[in-house]
Nanobody, 124 residues
């Protein structure tokens, strides 16, 4: 059984930083691409970042490019999202997700497994 567990969310002031983690189990983590998405109440879940199985390929939403960095540690079966220069509009529940493919991707339907999410709140 695949499990994805996010952690690292919290309350931070605008301009601050947070690092999210996603611990995985149940599948060979190093074989599959991973992604981060986020959602605010009343809105659809949106793509944030994705990373290929090896970490060599990454993709970002325009809204976070240059501020967020996705990475992975295949030895620890863990995905990360370093978030710098945070803005109030980054406030959301952040979800990690796993593909059944090694290539990064930006659409929700391309992901098969999801975590429960972690809340990030950025105050102005």
């Amino acid at each position: 059984q695949v499990q994805l567990v996010e952690s690292g969310g919290g309350l931070v002031q605008a301009g601050g930083s947070l690092r999210l983690s996603c611990a995985t189990s149940g599948r060979t983590f190093s074989s599959y691409a991973m992604g981060w998405f986020r959602q605010t109440p009343g809105k659809e879940r949106e793509f944030v970042a994705s990373i290929s199985w090896s970490g060599a390929g990454t993709a970002y939403a325009d809204s976070v490019k240059g501020r967020f960095t996705i990475s992975r540690d295949n030895a620890k079966n863990t995905l990360y999202l370093q978030m710098d220069s945070l803005k109030p509009e980054d406030t959301a529940v952040y979800y990690c997700a796993q593909r059944l493919s090694g290539s990064y991707a930006s659409q929700m339907y391309q992901y098969s497994y999801w975590g429960q999410g972690t809340q990030v709140t950025v105050s102005s």
